[in-house]
Protein backbone atom coordinates (compact mmCIF):
# COMPACT_ATOMS: atom_id res chain seq x y z
CA UNK A 1 0.00 0.00 0.00
CA UNK A 2 1.17 3.67 -0.97
CA UNK A 3 1.29 5.53 2.01
CA UNK A 4 2.38 8.25 0.48
CA UNK A 5 0.08 9.53 -3.11
CA UNK A 6 1.89 11.97 -5.27
CA UNK A 7 0.91 13.89 -8.64
CA UNK A 8 1.34 14.51 -10.77
CA UNK A 9 3.87 11.46 -12.52
CA UNK A 10 5.38 14.47 -14.66
CA UNK A 11 5.62 18.12 -15.77
CA UNK A 12 6.84 20.16 -18.01
CA UNK A 13 6.85 23.97 -17.74
CA UNK A 14 7.99 27.12 -19.58
CA UNK A 15 10.73 28.79 -17.84
CA UNK A 16 9.62 31.29 -15.25
CA UNK A 17 6.75 28.96 -14.98
CA UNK A 18 5.50 28.00 -11.33
CA UNK A 19 5.19 24.03 -11.29
CA UNK A 20 3.33 22.43 -8.95
CA UNK A 21 3.38 19.28 -7.66
CA UNK A 22 0.75 17.63 -4.68
CA UNK A 23 1.53 14.95 -2.18
CA UNK A 24 -1.48 13.13 0.26
CA UNK A 25 -0.91 11.10 2.96
CA UNK A 26 -2.80 8.71 5.21
CA UNK A 27 -1.26 8.22 8.18
CA UNK A 28 -1.95 10.90 10.92
CA UNK A 29 1.37 9.43 12.62
CA UNK A 30 3.61 11.48 10.16
CA UNK A 31 5.02 14.76 11.61
CA UNK A 32 8.00 15.36 8.82
CA UNK A 33 7.45 15.99 5.43
CA UNK A 34 10.61 16.69 3.06
CA UNK A 35 11.28 16.88 -0.43
CA UNK A 36 14.24 15.53 -2.34
CA UNK A 37 15.09 16.64 -6.01
CA UNK A 38 16.99 13.79 -7.80
CA UNK A 39 19.37 13.92 -10.69
CA UNK A 40 19.24 11.14 -12.94
CA UNK A 41 22.61 9.08 -11.75
CA UNK A 42 23.17 10.91 -8.67
CA UNK A 43 21.09 10.54 -5.09
CA UNK A 44 18.32 12.45 -3.79
CA UNK A 45 19.40 15.92 -2.02
CA UNK A 46 16.87 16.99 0.44
CA UNK A 47 15.48 20.79 -0.84
CA UNK A 48 12.99 21.60 1.92
CA UNK A 49 11.18 20.36 4.66
CA UNK A 50 7.88 20.80 6.94
CA UNK A 51 6.32 20.04 10.02
CA UNK A 52 2.16 20.13 10.91
CA UNK A 53 2.95 22.98 13.01
CA UNK A 54 3.09 25.53 10.00
CA UNK A 55 0.88 26.17 6.99
CA UNK A 56 3.86 27.22 4.59
CA UNK A 57 7.40 27.43 4.12
CA UNK A 58 9.87 29.00 1.99
CA UNK A 59 13.14 29.14 1.31
CA UNK A 60 14.36 30.33 -1.82
CA UNK A 61 12.66 29.65 -4.66
CA UNK A 62 10.75 26.81 -3.11
CA UNK A 63 7.69 26.37 -1.06
CA UNK A 64 5.89 23.88 0.68
CA UNK A 65 2.13 24.79 1.31
CA UNK A 66 0.72 22.38 4.27
CA UNK A 67 -2.86 21.40 4.44
CA UNK A 68 -2.47 19.53 7.56
CA UNK A 69 -6.84 18.63 7.97
CA UNK A 70 -6.75 17.57 3.95
CA UNK A 71 -3.22 15.43 4.85
CA UNK A 72 -2.33 17.01 1.77
CA UNK A 73 1.01 18.80 1.28
CA UNK A 74 2.89 20.32 -2.10
CA UNK A 75 6.31 21.70 -3.75
CA UNK A 76 5.87 25.11 -5.53
CA UNK A 77 8.97 26.42 -7.47
CA UNK A 78 8.85 29.86 -8.13
CA UNK A 79 10.87 31.07 -11.61
CA UNK A 80 11.47 27.58 -11.99
CA UNK A 81 14.70 27.18 -14.63
CA UNK A 82 15.87 24.36 -16.87
CA UNK A 83 18.30 23.73 -14.49
CA UNK A 84 15.30 22.61 -11.96
CA UNK A 85 14.87 19.79 -14.52
CA UNK A 86 14.82 17.03 -11.80
CA UNK A 87 12.59 14.30 -10.58
CA UNK A 88 11.15 15.28 -7.41
CA UNK A 89 10.00 13.15 -4.14
CA UNK A 90 7.92 14.12 -1.58
CA UNK A 91 8.08 12.17 1.95
CA UNK A 92 7.01 11.68 5.39
CA UNK A 93 7.98 10.17 8.63
CA UNK A 94 7.42 10.18 11.95
CA UNK A 95 9.26 11.92 14.31
CA UNK A 96 8.92 9.35 17.34
CA UNK A 97 10.59 5.80 16.99
CA UNK A 98 11.81 4.64 13.76
CA UNK A 99 11.48 7.22 11.40
CA UNK A 100 12.40 5.70 7.96
CA UNK A 101 11.04 7.72 5.24
CA UNK A 102 7.73 6.78 2.92
CA UNK A 103 8.51 8.29 -0.27
CA UNK A 104 5.87 9.82 -2.80
CA UNK A 105 6.56 7.65 -6.40
CA UNK A 106 8.55 10.97 -7.99
CA UNK A 107 7.00 13.67 -10.37
CA UNK A 108 9.80 14.02 -13.36
CA UNK A 109 9.87 17.86 -13.83
CA UNK A 110 11.17 19.48 -17.09
CA UNK A 111 11.70 22.95 -17.26
CA UNK A 112 11.79 24.59 -21.10
CA UNK A 113 14.15 26.69 -21.96
CA UNK B 1 32.48 17.72 5.27
CA UNK B 2 32.38 14.86 3.43
CA UNK B 3 28.87 14.12 2.42
CA UNK B 4 27.74 10.06 2.72
CA UNK B 5 29.57 7.79 0.78
CA UNK B 6 29.16 4.59 -0.98
CA UNK B 7 31.17 2.31 -2.77
CA UNK B 8 31.04 0.87 -5.05
CA UNK B 9 29.28 2.76 -7.25
CA UNK B 10 28.02 0.17 -9.88
CA UNK B 11 28.45 -3.30 -9.17
CA UNK B 12 27.68 -6.27 -11.69
CA UNK B 13 27.11 -9.68 -10.39
CA UNK B 14 25.74 -12.98 -11.88
CA UNK B 15 22.97 -15.00 -10.39
CA UNK B 16 23.76 -16.99 -7.16
CA UNK B 17 26.71 -14.70 -6.48
CA UNK B 18 27.16 -12.26 -3.45
CA UNK B 19 26.76 -8.48 -3.39
CA UNK B 20 28.23 -6.14 -0.77
CA UNK B 21 27.21 -2.80 -0.48
CA UNK B 22 29.26 -0.09 1.87
CA UNK B 23 28.17 3.22 3.11
CA UNK B 24 29.83 5.64 5.42
CA UNK B 25 27.92 7.96 6.76
CA UNK B 26 27.97 11.83 7.43
CA UNK B 27 30.81 12.83 10.14
CA UNK B 28 29.13 12.86 13.66
CA UNK B 29 25.82 10.90 12.22
CA UNK B 30 25.02 8.03 14.17
CA UNK B 31 21.66 6.65 11.93
CA UNK B 32 22.06 4.65 9.13
CA UNK B 33 19.04 3.89 6.81
CA UNK B 34 19.08 1.58 4.01
CA UNK B 35 16.53 2.13 0.90
CA UNK B 36 15.67 0.24 -2.62
CA UNK B 37 14.75 1.94 -5.91
CA UNK B 38 13.80 0.16 -8.69
CA UNK B 39 13.46 2.01 -11.98
CA UNK B 40 11.35 4.34 -12.62
CA UNK B 41 10.03 4.06 -9.37
CA UNK B 42 10.76 6.13 -5.49
CA UNK B 43 12.96 4.77 -2.89
CA UNK B 44 11.66 2.13 -0.79
CA UNK B 45 12.85 1.66 3.38
CA UNK B 46 15.04 -1.34 3.87
CA UNK B 47 16.41 -1.22 7.19
CA UNK B 48 17.57 1.17 10.07
CA UNK B 49 20.72 0.93 11.88
CA UNK B 50 22.33 2.66 15.18
CA UNK B 51 25.77 1.76 15.81
CA UNK B 52 25.99 -2.53 16.53
CA UNK B 53 22.29 -2.37 16.74
CA UNK B 54 19.21 -3.23 13.88
CA UNK B 55 16.23 -1.08 14.85
CA UNK B 56 14.18 -1.81 11.86
CA UNK B 57 14.09 -4.30 9.56
CA UNK B 58 10.87 -4.23 8.21
CA UNK B 59 11.17 -3.31 4.93
CA UNK B 60 14.05 -5.68 4.25
CA UNK B 61 13.57 -9.28 2.53
CA UNK B 62 13.53 -11.99 5.06
CA UNK B 63 15.91 -14.03 2.85
CA UNK B 64 19.06 -13.21 1.60
CA UNK B 65 19.47 -10.12 2.63
CA UNK B 66 21.12 -8.58 5.72
CA UNK B 67 22.63 -5.45 7.15
CA UNK B 68 25.01 -4.34 9.54
CA UNK B 69 26.83 -1.42 11.56
CA UNK B 70 29.92 -2.16 13.25
CA UNK B 71 31.44 -0.27 15.86
CA UNK B 72 33.85 0.68 13.70
CA UNK B 73 33.75 1.11 9.89
CA UNK B 74 30.82 1.58 7.24
CA UNK B 75 27.55 -0.16 7.29
CA UNK B 76 26.73 -3.55 5.01
CA UNK B 77 24.46 -4.59 3.22
CA UNK B 78 24.92 -7.73 1.90
CA UNK B 79 22.48 -9.71 -0.55
CA UNK B 80 23.53 -13.37 -0.72
CA UNK B 81 22.50 -15.51 -3.77
CA UNK B 82 21.34 -12.49 -6.21
CA UNK B 83 18.68 -12.54 -8.48
CA UNK B 84 17.63 -10.70 -11.58
CA UNK B 85 14.77 -9.10 -9.39
CA UNK B 86 17.45 -7.94 -7.06
CA UNK B 87 19.29 -5.32 -9.75
CA UNK B 88 18.30 -1.77 -8.29
CA UNK B 89 19.69 1.16 -7.34
CA UNK B 90 20.80 0.78 -3.29
CA UNK B 91 20.77 4.36 -1.35
CA UNK B 92 22.42 4.99 2.04
CA UNK B 93 21.23 7.83 4.21
CA UNK B 94 22.34 9.27 7.01
CA UNK B 95 20.71 11.26 10.35
CA UNK B 96 22.61 13.06 13.68
CA UNK B 97 19.94 11.62 15.44
CA UNK B 98 19.03 13.31 18.73
CA UNK B 99 15.92 14.43 17.60
CA UNK B 100 16.76 15.72 14.01
CA UNK B 101 15.26 14.17 11.36
CA UNK B 102 16.87 15.32 7.92
CA UNK B 103 18.50 12.22 6.35
CA UNK B 104 21.47 12.72 4.03
CA UNK B 105 21.65 10.34 1.29
CA UNK B 106 24.84 8.93 -0.89
CA UNK B 107 24.88 8.43 -4.91
CA UNK B 108 23.98 5.10 -4.36
CA UNK B 109 25.17 1.80 -5.73
CA UNK B 110 23.54 0.43 -9.05
CA UNK B 111 23.53 -3.31 -9.24
CA UNK B 112 23.04 -5.33 -11.91
CA UNK B 113 22.27 -9.23 -12.28
CA UNK B 114 23.30 -11.02 -14.94
Known amino acids: QQQVKQSPQSLIVQKGGIPIINCAYENTAFDYFPWYQQFPGKGPALLIA?????SEKKEGRFTISFNKSAKQFSLHIMDSQPGDSATYFCAASRQTGANNLFFGTGTRLTVIP | NAGVMQNPRHLVRRRGQEARLRCSPM?????VYWYRQLPEEGLKFMVY????????ESGMPKERFSAEFPKEGPSILRIQQVVRGDSAAYFC????????????FGPGTRLTVL
Open chain 2, 49 to 56: LQKENIID
Open chain 2, 27 to 31: KGHSH
Open chain 2, 93 to 104: ASSPGQGRDEQF
Open chain 1, 50 to 54: IRPDV
